[in-house]
């Protein structure tokens, strides 16, 4: 069971996809995201992990990883910090604005344009190739929260339930899960 949440004026603001294991990812018209195993024609697409640290590990694990988020709001900051950044440039499919993706509970779901669904899986950990966009970039998207515990502002990751095309400018509807809130952790 889910509960429909509100998040006024939540929209895509940029699509991108990569055919191979790439860091950034080319800005789209539209992807096409398929029903348990995520971005057509992108390198992380599959029922079983696509990700070579991860394949390297147990490539029969899930793919919990099928789709990468990032909120634009998060471009915005570290645009302030000195870091000039493009929508897929640090290997997100779906870029978003109007929606705090890092606050999203485990199990969230996100109805995206007319069609599609992801259901939220965790957060994407952020690492070192991102140093190679820019110096300094993985300890810009690490923060410290009150308590000192370990905040990854990387964006999230997500498996697709329903199949459908996603533009920019589709509008995004929350449904969180019923029962107790499950925070995100890294997947």
Do not use: W
Request: with cysteine.
């Amino acid at each position: 069971m889910h509960l429909l949440c509100t998040v006024s004026h939540a929209h895509v603001i940029a699509v991108c996809l990569s055919g191979s294991h790439t860091m950034r990812k080319a800005g789209q018209l539209y992807i096409r995201l398929l029903e348990g195993l995520g971005v057509e024609g992108d390198a992380h697409a599959g029922t079983t992990v696509k990700h070579r640290s991860r394949v390297r590990q147990d490539p029969t694990q899930p793919n919990l990883r099928q789709v990468h988020l990032i909120h634009a709001e998060l471009h915005d900051e570290l645009r302030a910090k000195g870091f000039e950044l493009a929508p897929g440039q640090m290997g997100e499919n779906i870029t978003t604005r109007g929606i705090d993706l890092l606050s999203l509970p485990k199990g969230a779901l996100l109805h995206i344009g007319d069609e599609a669904t992801v259901e939220v899986t965790g957060l994407r950990n952020p690492c070192t190739q991102l140093d190679r966009i820019r110096p300094g970039l993985m300890a810009a998207v690490l923060d410290r929260d009150v308590n000192g515990s370990l905040v990854r502002k990387a964006g999230i990751m997500g498996i697709v339930l329903r199949s459908g095309l996603v533009k920019a400018g589709d509008a995004i509807r929350v449904v969180l899960p019923a029962g107790p809130f499950v925070a995100l952790d890294r997947v």
